[in-house]
């Protein structure tokens, strides 16, 4: 029983780059020229599982993860302000995307997509110069095909 679980856990954390079209366990084996080989020994019926995980996690809309909040504001001015700050990100960062969203009474405007707070930190570092109010905020429904 802990080996399943063990098992589970392991893959589990890998259903972040699965595809819908395929089985995660026959991607890894997959054989490319000039790369190594990955045998996988599982117990039957690991495989439905996480298939199942995958399609559970597409159906919700996301993974949790972490993203960076550049601003958060109330009403028709902080719209305009948002506005003005996804602008000013996207003059400055233009390889990033930035996400305007609309929670009453907020406004928000976050930017990348992490699976961990850590790897946020080297954005978050660079934006500081120019927003020095953002900060790291948890986020429950990040799309899996965005890390």
């Known amino acids: 029983m802990k080996s ?15 595809q819908s079209d395929g089985n995660l366990a026959g991607k890894l084996q997959e054989r490319t ?14 495989e439905e599982l996480v298939d199942i ?10 993974v949790e993860g972490y993203r960076i909040q550049l601003y958060s504001g109330l009403g028709p001015a902080g719209k305009r302000r948002a506005l003005n700050v996804k602008g000013k990100f996207l ?23 992490y699976r961990h707070r850590h790897e946020a930190l080297s954005l978050l570092t660079d934006l500081r110069k120019i927003f020095p109010n953002c900060y790291i905020v948890k986020d429950g429904a990040v799309k899996m095909n965005k890390f």
């Open 4 to 18: 399943l679980i063990i098992v589970l856990f392991f893959f589990s954390s890998l259903v972040v780059n699965a």
């Open 33 to 46: 020229e000039g790369e190594g080989v990955i045998t996988i020994y599982d117990e039957e019926g690991i």
């Open 53 to 62: 995980q995958v399609e559970v996690n597409e159906r919700i809309g996301g």
């Open 91 to 113: 003059n400055n960062f233009p390889g990033y995307d930035a996400d305007l969203s609309f929670t009453s009474p907020n406004w928000r405007v976050r930017v990348g997509t």
